[in-house]
């Protein structure tokens, strides 16, 4: 079972694994919390441990990766512009710049399928953590939600990957050929996120 802490608005899922030590040790990475607790303490325990400790996690996050959503200081990141929320909520200012995102990654995944002659059967947007997107060997490419957020040419080289994975199912030479034919700047603009 995942549990999760919500930081910032942001829920953030908590990893946790039981080893032989006598301390809990926290650790955030890739936008999850790792923790490692002694075998005997219970799950409930540690969620309340967890909740003491929310600005030092909150302080990592920061330190250690983009944050994209600061409901406190009134702003959030929209294609990598930071957009103040005012009156509205995060939710309506999100909602609202969806339909471009949408609009973004299927014109540019169908324009780089349509030029690599590859067929996409279906476009997803899932809140998915730890990858941008995913392409499988049926033809469905799903994207993160939060590439919402991301600089829109970082938001392209994804569309490229992602599609080009349609013809490599892996990162071999021959894939990263292809998504630079495709995407001369392929490189530079997949590096503008980590
Ligand atoms: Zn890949």
Request: proline content about 3%.
């Amino acid at each position: 079972m995942t549990r999760f802490i919500v930081i910032n608005e942001q829920s953030i899922p908590v990893h946790i694994t039981h080893a032989h030590r006598k301390s809990i040790q926290l650790r955030v990475k890739d936008s999850i919390l790792w923790v490692r607790a002694p075998q005997k303490m219970s799950d409930r325990w540690i969620m309340d441990f967890i909740e003491t400790k929310k600005s030092w996690i909150s302080k990592q996050l920061i330190k250690t990766e983009k944050v994209y959503i600061s409901a406190k200081e009134g702003w959030l990141i929209l294609f990598n512009q930071k957009v103040m929320i005012g009156n509205d909520s995060v939710q309506t200012v999100l909602t609202r710049a969806y339909p471009t995102f949408m609009e973004m990654i299927e014109s540019q995944c169908l324009t780089y399928a349509d030029r690599l002659n590859v067929t996409i059967t279906s476009i997803q947007i899932k809140s998915m953590k730890r990858s941008w997107g995913r392409a499988h060997a049926s033809g469905k490419l799903v994207f993160a939600t939060r590439l919402i957020h991301t600089d829109p040419r970082f938001i392209e080289a994804v569309c490229v990957h992602e599609v080009v994975h349609l013809v490599f199912m892996n990162h071999s030479s021959d894939f990263k050929k292809t998504c630079i034919r495709l995407c001369p700047q392929y490189l530079e603009w997949i590096k503008l996120e980590t």
